[in-house]
């Protein structure tokens, strides 16, 4: 017999020694699947492959427990996969490592599982892995099934309590349980004191897969972002939103080339523009809005053209980009106002001039030779532009998703050799005429276009939106933008995407024009899922503080918080102790009787032992106190009658107590 059979057999009233049932291991087993599922579509394969083998080993333990492993054995396991985690991570602890280990030992775990203890043990470690799934995903769906986890957890924990109880009625009582967690829950999500950022420190390599916008483009960068149905950021525009052709999301300025690469470079600093009138009438292109970023690792911020405003923590380069201070890393929510109709502001530093007509030398010589034609024939900048404009026009360009491979003379090849390019081949192609025809100009990327939801009234803004221009700087109008993509296919400013491009080729998949319900699906979800970022993800000091001076609480600090913090949940505990004391039913008279009766006995040497009933404590009672023998046997004949009879008459209950008072035993 092991140890833990014989500690249960030598106390056999120790619930955390009695063995564990199969009822309760199993729903144990489908809590930590559901647990430990996400981790291991993370973890290294091998690992995920040796935990799914000890889950599998546990559930043959079911019907054959004798093929449970030695402790020896569960250590050496043990070992060789803390090797093997060193060797995969060059750590034992930190985010990575530490979660992928804890997963292995749930499954080391069940397997050494005997006892009720053992299993409560079990339901920590689950909870704890509960909380290491949101370090990687706080969605709607991981919130939802770590619920279930939970709920399943705490029912296998209160069936260590109860064995053989149905589990049906374990869940019951652990939805109780939990349903009288949610007042405090919501509580001390509300009132805690927020910090900024994340409380645990992430790895730097936490962002690597963050999609977006780069800060270099070369032929076909574009095109692959495109591809992507990923969220870039929502707007929400005060009153009505503009029309499309306007909705040009400003990113990164590009203004050196190598040849084949656009870079950004490193502008300098410029100082916010002076306030705009707040008078629609006086000013039509003005727009309020607010942006909700995703996170994309960058500083970059997006805006119309032209930005009327700076946000908080942010900075507006000389070139008009809007750059965040740090990195965006987390969903971040701001305030803007843009003017589309304002006229270019022609000052500009004769610096950005020079910079705006470098070009590497050996490049490209017929888009060159065609440059210097053009400003030959012309008489100045502007007629240049037109000239390259009606080139545009009438050059036959493809807009294409599925561009061909460019070789050195990328400019050369595209406008006369395939004539078919992405966004960045137009706009990388126009620049480099106009610096060859010593016209300064620079590309712009950001985005272009966005959908309106019609379910919450926001304008969501993708990945498949990236898009690139030109800017063309003309003495006495300053830079001006002009889009060589929108003269070759005017459709992609108006219609968006997918009907800008040959039918023939592959959109991504909610783009397709047959798909319309399923659209229709993810508009609902994505209202849904914006909420949750606002108002769950995203409630941070500042929003704290909102929420605050709404309930007349000015400026409260950390302190002021901790005291609300604590009055509530005082209230709280007083309220439930107030409303679990009333639902405590009072003995009713037929067994304050039968317990007056009761205690005299007792004070007479005859105490009631807690397994005794009525008859049998009132035959004994009767043979200690012989002479009170008739009066205790009436007393109890007519106890039982009442209280196990079908009705208590009135007059029985009063006749009861009037036997009990006068009862004297001597």
């Not at 009767?622 to 009442?642: E, T």
Request: glycine fraction near 6%; charge should be positive; hydrophobic fraction near 50%.
């Amino acid at each position: 017999m092991s140890a833990p059979a014989a500690a249960a057999v030598a106390h056999p009233f120790a619930p955390e020694l009695r063995p564990i049932g199969a009822q309760d291991l199993a729903g144990l087993l489908i809590a930590l699947a559901l647990v430990v599922a996400p981790h291991a579509l993370r973890a290294p394969w091998w690992l995920t492959l040796l935990t799914v083998l000890l889950y599998a080993w546990r559930c043959l333990a079911l019907r054959h427990p004798d093929i449970l492993p030695s402790r020896w054995l569960l250590l050496a396991i043990a070992l060789a996969a803390m090797a093997g985690v060193w060797m995969e991570y060059r750590a034992l602890f930190g985010r990575t490592p530490g979660i992928v280990l804890l997963v292995l030992f749930s499954g080391l775990k069940l397997l050494e599982l005997r006892s009720q203890r053992d299993g409560t043990a079990v339901v920590f470690l689950a909870w704890f892995l509960v909380i290491t799934n949101f370090l990687y995903s706080q969605s709607i769906p991981t919130a939802l099934a770590m619920c279930a986890a939970l709920a399943l957890t705490t029912a296998s924990l209160v069936g260590f309590s109860a064995p053989r109880r149905d589990l049906r009625a374990n869940l019951r009582t652990a939805g109780l349980l939990l349903a009288q967690a949610i007042p405090a829950a919501l509580i001390l999500f509300v009132l805690f004191p927020r910090v900024q950022g994340p409380l645990w420190g992430l790895p730097q390599d936490a962002y690597t897969a963050m999609s977006g916008l780069s800060d270099t483009m070369s032929p076909g960068n574009l095109s692959q972002l495109t591809l992507s149905d990923a969220i870039a950021f929502r707007v929400e525009f005060e009153d009505e939103m503009p029309p499309r052709r306007s909705l040009y999301w400003r990113g990164p300025v590009l203004w050196d080339f190598d040849g084949r690469t656009w870079r950004v470079g490193s502008p300098g600093f410029a100082q916010a523009p002076p306030p705009r009138p707040q008078s629609g009438a006086v000013d039509a292109g003005r727009y309020a809005y607010s942006v909700t970023l995703e996170p994309h690792n960058r500083n970059w911020l997006f805006a119309i053209e032209t930005a009327g405003m700076v946000p908080e923590r942010a900075r507006l380069l000389d070139d008009g980009q809007i750059v965040s201070l740090a990195p965006i890393r987390a969903r971040m929510r701001y305030d803007m106002v843009s003017h589309t109709d304002l006229p270019p502001d022609p000052a500009v530093e004769p610096w950005q001039l020079r910079r705006a007509l470098r070009l590497p030398a050996g490049f490209n010589p017929k888009a060159v030779a065609l440059a210097e034609s053009w400003r030959r024939e012309s008489p100045g900048d502007a007629a240049v532009l037109q000239r390259a404009a009606e080139f545009f026009r009438r050059s036959q360009l493809v807009y294409t998703l599925e561009p061909p491979l460019l070789g050195q003379d990328s400019v050369d090849e595209f406008l006369f050799r395939t004539k078919a390019g992405f966004c960045e081949h137009f706009s990388s192609a126009l620049v480099f005429l106009m610096r060859a025809a010593g016209v300064p100009a620079r590309v712009v990327t950001g985005y272009q276009g966005g959908d309106l939801n019609p379910v919450d009234g926001k304008v969501t803004v993708r990945q498949s939106d990236a898009h690139a221009w030109a800017e063309v700087y003309l003495v006495d109008r300053g830079w001006i933008r002009v889009d060589p993509t929108a003269l070759a296919a005017p459709g992609r400013l108006e219609a968006g995407l997918a009907r800008s491009v040959p039918t023939a080729q592959e959109l991504p998949f909610l783009m397709r024009p047959e798909l319309q319900w399923l659209r229709s699906v993810r508009n609902q979800w994505e209202a849904l899922a914006h909420q949750w970022n606002v108002w769950v993800l995203g409630y941070n000091p500042d929003r704290q503080r909102e929420l605050m001076s709404l309930i007349g609480m000015e400026d409260v600090d950390w302190r002021g918080l901790a005291a609300a913090l604590m009055t509530v949940l005082g209230a709280l505990v007083v309220v439930l102790v107030a409303w679990s004391l009333r639902g405590h039913a009072r003995a009713d008279p037929v067994s304050r009787a039968w317990l007056a009766f009761c205690r005299k006995l007792g004070k007479r040497g005859v105490a009631r032992a807690p397994h005794e009933g009525p008859r049998d404590f009132s035959e004994r009672a009767a043979a200690q106190l012989p002479a009170m023998a008739q009066a205790i046997q009436r007393i109890a004949a007519l106890y039982i009658a009442l209280r196990y009879g079908g009705d208590a008459p009135a007059e029985k209950v009063a006749e009861l107590r009037r036997r009990v008072s006068e009862f004297r035993p001597a």
